[in-house]
Nanobody, 128 residues
């Protein structure tokens, strides 16, 4: 059973919105900081947004601040990424990932190496 399962990606036009979901079916990560990390073709992975285990603290990359919103529902064991005003440069595979340690919020800045458990990713494609 996959530890983290992303959904909600797709092909949209510039300016559209998408909401990504990350399910934790094993109820493993309710005490962990969670992040959304993306990887565009030919580019390194980028930490887009993070949320602390208690949802009190969030962070955003400069490239998405003001357009993306991260949230979590620890009852449903799901983390969300609401993406508005999408741009072609947002095209990437989006991964959900959990911090390596519980009850920890080590950033910002965050690095992909800070996250130890990853989902399989969901493709987001924004056409111009």
């Amino acid at each position: 059973q996959a530890l983290l399962v992303e959904s909600g990606g797709g092909l949209v036009q510039t300016g559209a919105s998408l909401r990504l979901s990350c399910a934790d079916p094993g109820r493993t990560f309710s005490s962990y900081t969670m992040g959304w990390i993306r990887q565009a073709p030919g580019k390194e992975r980028e930490v887009v947004s993070t949320i602390s285990w208690n949802a009190y603290t969030t962070s955003y990359a400069d490239s998405v601040r003001g357009r993306f919103t991260i949230s979590r529902d620890n009852v449903k064991n799901t983390v969300y990424l609401q993406m508005n005003s999408l741009k072609p440069e947002d095209t990437a595979i989006y991964y959900c990932a959990a911090d390596r340690q519980p009850l920890s919020y080590s950033g910002p800045p965050f690095s992909p190496a800070d996250f130890g458990s990853w989902g399989q990713g969901t493709q987001v494609t924004v056409s111009s």
